[in-house]
């Protein structure tokens, strides 16, 4: 095989590697890309993907939801089918196994790092589930893990609250590359803080039993401690107040995909602004909330009542590298804040 042609297949099986591990559409795959290959080559490619997939380590410790692993099958069984006239045994055999699977509430997404670890999370397999859209994660939580990733020296050694976690994508990658002093996690769902609690042991992360003030533990604040201190706090944006803010002292706060409707666009503001009066003997956290761009007059009303607050905000530089598979199509930003 020419070095070129060699190069070509590693790329395709990486893509076909990420977009699996992170459970993303099927139409979002290089079908066209592999069938032309199928065309060249016999079927090791073919079982090559499927190592990189169905039975990745990854996949094999913590599944994917069953149903989108029979539909990626089958799809990679018809184009096969379409270019070769021989079955497959192996991939009728990893279809089987699916057909007679039950399907769990709960499934997995992985995603790949830089260093060569990951992130996996516990996701509902419904994208509304118990009445909140915070049991998956958006496609700004991935903009913004990899907007931190490009820039660490913006986390690290540092406190980082971050309001509305979700799943806690974007927390994780930090928190595995971004060597923060101390990470604050919050939601207000009781799911959802059920959730992420379960998802930071699953990647090796220990908690906190006290969330209330995590700056209190001076023997934590080391910057040669190869673990940040993780917490996992309930906040409710209506109902908190200055002195509950105030105790988490943090350096950085961080929010992603959060703008969704007018009301908690009001709340989250309220919470900001909160923040920029209970924290005013200190210095002012550097403050990043990341959107996607689904409504614009949503986003319109952020920066208004921004304004009305006094918080004067900027746009983030963009940054170069794409680590995770998401929708190309969607206009996400980051604005830095300045409380």
Same mark, same amino acid.
């Given at each position: 095989?020419?070095?070129?042609?060699?190069?070509? %297949?590693?790329?395709?099986?990486?893509?076909?590697?990420?977009?699996?591990?992170?459970?993303?559409?099927?139409?979002?795959?290089? @079908?066209?890309?592999?069938?032309?290959?199928?065309?060249?080559?016999?079927?090791?490619?073919?079982?090559? %993907?499927?190592?990189?997939?169905?039975?990745?380590?990854?996949?094999?410790?913590?599944?994917?939801?069953?149903?989108?692993?029979?539909?990626?099958?089958?799809?990679?069984?018809?184009?096969?089918?379409?270019?070769?006239?021989?079955?497959?045994?192996?991939?009728?055999?990893?279809?089987?196994?699916?057909?007679?699977?039950?399907?769990?509430?709960?499934?997995?997404?992985?995603?790949?790092?830089?260093?060569?670890?990951?992130?996996?999370?516990?996701?509902?397999?419904?994208?509304?589930?118990?009445?909140?859209?915070?049991?998956?994660? @958006?496609?700004?939580?991935?903009?913004?893990?990899?907007?931190?990733?490009?820039?660490?020296?913006?986390?690290?050694?540092?406190?980082?609250?971050?309001?509305?976690?979700?799943?806690?994508?974007?927390?994780?990658?930090?928190?595995?590359?971004?060597?923060?002093?101390?990470?604050?996690?919050?939601?207000?769902?009781?799911?959802?803080?059920?959730?992420?609690?379960?998802?930071?042991?699953?990647?090796?992360?220990?908690?906190?039993?006290?969330?209330?003030?995590?700056?209190?533990?001076?023997?934590?604040?080391?910057?040669?401690?190869?673990?940040?201190?993780?917490?996992?706090?309930?906040?409710? @944006?209506?109902?908190?107040?200055?002195?509950?803010?105030?105790?988490?002292?943090?350096?950085?706060?961080?929010?992603?995909?959060?703008?969704?409707?007018?009301?908690?666009?009001?709340?989250?503001?309220?919470?900001?602004?909160? =923040?920029?009066?209970?924290?005013?003997?200190?210095?002012?956290?550097?403050?990043?909330?990341?959107?996607?761009?689904?409504?614009?007059?949503?986003?319109?009303?952020?920066?208004?009542?921004?304004?009305?607050?006094?918080?004067? @905000?900027?746009?983030?530089?963009?940054?170069?590298?794409? =680590?995770?598979?998401?929708?190309?199509?969607?206009?996400?930003? %980051?604005?830095?804040?300045?409380?």
């Amino acid at each position: 095989m020419a070095p070129d042609d060699s190069a070509e %297949i590693s790329r395709l099986l990486q893509r076909f590697e990420r977009r699996f591990l992170a459970t993303r559409a099927l139409r979002s795959f290089p @079908w066209q890309s592999l069938e032309e290959k199928l065309r060249d080559s016999g079927s090791e490619l073919l079982l090559d %993907i499927l190592q990189k997939t169905v039975k990745h380590p990854l996949c094999v410790k913590h599944p994917p939801s069953v149903k989108y692993a029979r539909c990626f099958l089958s799809e990679l069984i018809r184009k096969h089918e379409a270019v070769h006239e021989e079955p497959l045994d192996e991939l009728y055999e990893a279809l089987a196994e699916t057909l007679t699977a039950e399907e769990p509430p709960q499934c997995h997404r992985s995603y790949l790092l830089p260093s060569g670890d990951s992130v996996t999370l516990s996701e509902s397999t419904a994208i509304v589930s118990h009445g909140t859209t915070g049991l998956v994660t @958006w496609n700004a939580a991935l903009y913004l893990a990899e907007w931190a990733i490009e820039n660490p020296e913006a986390f690290t050694h540092r406190t980082v609250l971050e309001l509305g976690s979700g799943a806690g994508l974007t927390g994780l990658a930090m928190c595995k590359m971004c060597r923060p002093r101390a990470y604050v996690f919050s939601d207000c769902h009781s799911r959802v803080l059920e959730q992420l609690r379960g998802n930071v042991l699953l990647n090796g992360l220990l908690l906190e039993p006290d969330v209330t003030a995590p700056a209190q533990h001076p023997e934590h604040n080391t910057h040669n401690s190869e673990s940040p201190r993780v917490m996992v706090a309930q906040l409710d @944006w209506d109902t908190v107040t200055a002195p509950q803010l105030a105790a988490f002292q943090p350096d950085v706060i961080i929010a992603a995909d959060v703008l969704y409707c007018p009301e908690t666009v009001l709340s989250l503001v309220r919470v900001l602004q909160t =923040l920029s009066t209970c924290l005013k003997d200190q210095r002012a956290p550097d403050t990043y909330v990341a959107f996607t761009i689904r409504n614009p007059e949503t986003c319109q009303l952020f920066t208004t009542e921004l304004g009305k607050a006094g918080i004067s @905000w900027e746009a983030a530089p963009r940054h170069n590298q794409k =680590l995770f598979p998401y929708e190309e199509h969607s206009e996400t930003e %980051i604005l830095k804040l300045i409380l």
